[in-house]
């Protein structure tokens, strides 16, 4: 298929388009009369006179935002229009990701915006409910707005004043909800939970073996660390890239509820000193990715104390409880560890991305991480040098996501996001209560779901007189991708599966969208049934 030519593209932008996907309607109030067929991006701000031009470019552009959010809240319109990748990369409907050599006119750049946002997914849509990340707050949208017309970098005082003075405060509050003195503590912002967790274990190597920073691996012993067999893979991932290998990592087993069990933690470890290795390191889960357990923290705490190893908790997709006075006491023990990632993208509903790291020993980022370059980090500054908190991270230039949290916890308050947390494992307990009263649905775990992950399988009539064995199990394992598959093909909601141990493939709901209500959950499962009905 050949790629539409330019001018085919500038005539054809709006052919074939359903109109009721678009949300013209919104855009059109207040739409400009600017022909920008005519006009490129050399006439733009700084260019002399770019003002008004400017000004018109960027109105349009809000317009396509708006109907866009506008059309993310509402349930008569798709999750997603899918398309499958050799669709998009040859181009489709006027859309075509390929690069020219000459510059296009501005209509045609906002023409690539308004199908950018068509053909992606809509993920503050009341019924995406396929990741721990969801939902769509305007506020958190308008700081990150901000943050990028303000263009800056988090190494230095000197060129994000305001950004850095926030970031020590929203991580002081953390700190505090964590439990933690304040008098200790310390943390940053980075790209994603695994950056955290691996934070955690290059700062515990650190901790333990400061010489590693200078002299290498050869250094150290053979070092092991520990996690449950269901935590996240990152902390594998971390132990491959930071050199420890992936194969020195323990998998803790778990309970049938997903959480580490103690005494296996013991065991491992004992394990591990009779092969030769040095253990150091346990993470312990607030929260896992597919049944949302929480390992017992202060049972892990003892062992740790006991054995003199750090304890890191991952709180990513947990973290966010600690806001309810409600749930928050699913994660007493938090306090006593060494370390915490927390994910305020997540059960917090702060726009990606946007995660912590928080650290007890204060100084330890910047003992662990400093090389003191001279072209950044000049120690006569005529300001307090402490605030240039570049060196504290494995990173040089290091985006601002700390200024949309801010603003959205300025919009809510503490108590906001308290009841933001409430209201989705309302939606988790509801869901719950809905399979149990469903006959051709089967949980996975049979108890209520501590957070707001609920596992379940559809039994199509098919399989519904078949007894328990393998064949049963070969048919419901193609049960869930085939459902999977033509909702994504309709649009009408998006949910994850995945099969776990010797589990065959199961559905998980995830709830982090305010926007989800009861009538959403209701609809999810009537959906699968009618999708799942004749297979």
């Not at 778990?254 to 591990?272: N, Q, R």
């Not at 051709?440 to 559809?458: A, D, R």
Request: some cysteine; glycine content about 8%; aromatic content about 10%.
């Amino acid at each position: 298929m050949d790629l539409p030519q330019q001018s085919d593209r500038l005539i054809g932008k709006t052919a074939g388009r359903d109109k009721e996907q678009d949300s013209a309607a919104v855009e059109d109030k207040g739409k400009t009369s600017t022909d920008f067929s005519r006009i490129y991006s050399r006439d733009l701000l700084p260019a002399p006179g770019g003002e008004e031009i400017t000004r018109e470019f960027l109105k349009e552009l809000v317009n396509i935002l708006l109907g866009y959010i506008s059309k993310s809240s509402q349930r008569s319109s798709k999750v997603l229009d899918f398309h499958h990748p050799h669709q998009l990369k040859e181009g489709l409907e006027c859309f075509t990701l390929d690069l020219p050599d000459k510059p296009e006119p501005l209509e045609q750049i906002l023409v690539d915006c308004r199908d950018t946002l068509k053909y992606g997914v809509c993920t503050g849509h009341p019924r995406f409910l396929n990741q721990l990340s969801s939902g769509l707050d305007v506020v958190g949208v308008a700081g990150e707005w901000l943050t990028s017309a303000a263009n800056t970098n988090m190494f230095t005082y000197e060129v994000s004043p305001v950004f850095v003075l926030m970031e020590e405060f929203l991580l002081r509050k953390m700190q505090s909800i964590v439990g933690w003195s304040d008098d200790v503590g310390d943390g940053i912002f980075c790209p994603g939970g695994t950056i955290s967790n691996l934070y955690s274990i290059l700062l515990a190597r650190y901790h333990f073996y400061p010489e590693v920073k200078t002299m290498g691996m050869q250094v150290l012993p053979q070092l092991a660390l520990f996690t449950s067999e269901q935590s996240h893979y990152s902390v594998k991932k971390s132990a491959a890239v930071l050199g420890m290998g992936s194969k020195n990592v323990f998998m803790v087993k778990c309970d049938k509820s997903g959480k580490m069990i103690p005494s296996e933690l013991e065991s491992s470890i004992v394990t591990a000193d009779k092969k030769g290795l040095v253990p150091f390191y346990v993470n312990a889960t607030a929260g896992t990715t597919v049944y949302g357990a929480f390992d017992p923290l202060d049972a892990i705490a003892d062992i740790c104390q006991r054995h003199t190893l750090w304890m890191h908790v991952d709180a990513a997709w947990g973290g966010g409880l600690l806001m309810s006075d409600r749930h928050k006491m699913k994660l007493r023990g938090i306090e006593r560890a060494w370390s915490v990632t927390w994910n305020p993208h997540k059960m917090m509903g702060v726009p990606l991305q946007c995660s912590v790291i928080l650290v007890k020993k204060r100084g330890l980022l910047q003992e662990c991480n400093d090389f003191g370059a001279e072209y950044l980090f000049q120690t006569d500054k005529t300001y307090d040098v402490s605030y240039d908190t570049g060196d504290k991270s494995f990173q040089c230039g290091r985006h601002v996501d700390v200024f949309k949290f801010w603003l959205m916890w300025k919009a809510k308050g503490s108590e906001g996001f308290g009841s933001q947390v409430n209201k989705c494992l309302e939606n988790a307990e509801h869901l719950y209560d809905q399979l149990q009263k469903r006959t051709h649905f089967e949980l996975v775990l049979k108890n209520k779901p501590e957070h707001s992950n609920v596992c379940f399988w559809y039994i199509p009539p098919s399989l519904r007189s078949l007894p328990p064995g393998p064949e049963r199990d070969m048919r419901l394992h193609q049960v869930a991708p085939r459902i999977k598959g033509r909702m994504m093909e309709k649009g009408s909601v998006m949910i994850g599966y995945q099969p776990l141990g010797d589990k065959v493939n199961f559905f998980r709901c995830v709830f982090s969208n305010p926007a989800t209500q009861q009538e959403d959950v209701d609809f999810l499962l009537d959906e699968i049934a009618r999708l799942g009905n004749d297979l």
